[in-house]
């Protein structure tokens, strides 16, 4: 079988038990070899980025956990076009999760 990469996207404000579900689930999903666990970041923070992933660092220390640089934007309508809301989000999320 080929190795994947997967990829599981959230603002875990906080973690709770259903992120717990979809981070086991895409961990254990055949194939996957690499998971990325990726920490959205926002202007207005109600808990710290910094905190939120040294919580899902302590309770999944098989995957790899890594903060989002960029403040990207949150919905569609916030973008200028459809296709500036998609681009900015796959050029960000390919600096923390380079492809395999």
């Not at 990726?38 to 980025?49: G, M, S, T, Y």
Request: glycine share 4%.
């Amino acid at each position: 079988m080929r190795s994947k990469t997967g990829l599981v996207l959230g603002k875990f404000m906080p973690p709770h038990i259903g992120h717990q579900y979809l981070i086991d689930f895409a961990q254990n999903y055949p194939g996957v070899s690499k998971l990325y666990v990726v920490v959205d970041r926002l202007k207005d923070e109600p808990i710290k980025q910094s905190l939120r992933v040294s919580w899902l660092q302590a309770l999944f220390p098989h995957v790899t956990v890594v903060p989002l640089g960029d403040f990207n934007y949150q919905d569609h309508s916030e973008a200028p076009s459809e296709q500036a809301f998609w681009t900015q989000w796959k050029d960000s999320l390919n600096k923390p999760c380079p492809r395999a």
